[in-house]
């Protein structure tokens, strides 16, 4: 079972940046896609971006388009989200994942029966 730690969150101002990064380890990283997921308060848990197993494809969510970056460095056992033009309505637990099988990619639609291990989750505050 891999097991997964997340860092990186804080607080930061409207249109500020912050980089997330998620270190796994218990498994081969390099065969697992890896996803960002977040959860605001009174809200569901929702898909932000994801990366395929050697980072060839990625993902994201339309609300971060453009203004989030996934990446991975698997000679690390890391995942990265960088995070830049932040607003107020990116505030939430973000919490990464893991795909519970290898070569299999993560997409919005994935079944969350479908993921492995989640991390204990790293809160990002933007204030106004």
């Known amino acids: 079972q891999v097991q997964l730690v997340e860092s990186g969150g804080g607080l930061v101002q409207a249109g500020g940046s912050l980089m997330l990064s998620c270190a796994a380890s218990g498994r081969t990283f390099s065969r697992y896609a890896m996803a960002w997921f977040r959860r605001a308060p009174g809200k569901e848990r929702e898909f932000v971006a994801s990366i395929t197993w050697g980072g060839g494809s990625t993902y994201y969510a339309d609300s971060v388009k453009g203004r989030f970056t996934i990446s991975r460095d698997n000679a690390k056992n890391t995942v990265h989200l960088q995070m830049k033009s932040l607003n107020p309505e990116d505030t939430a637990v973000y919490y990464c994942?893991?795909?519970?099988?290898?070569?299999?990619?993560?997409?919005?639609?994935?079944?969350?029966?479908?993921?492995?291990?989640w991390g204990q989750g790293t809160q990002v505050t933007v204030s106004s």
């Open positions: 994942t893991t795909h519970s099988l290898p070569f299999r990619a993560i997409v919005p639609q994935t079944r969350s029966t479908d993921f492995g291990s």
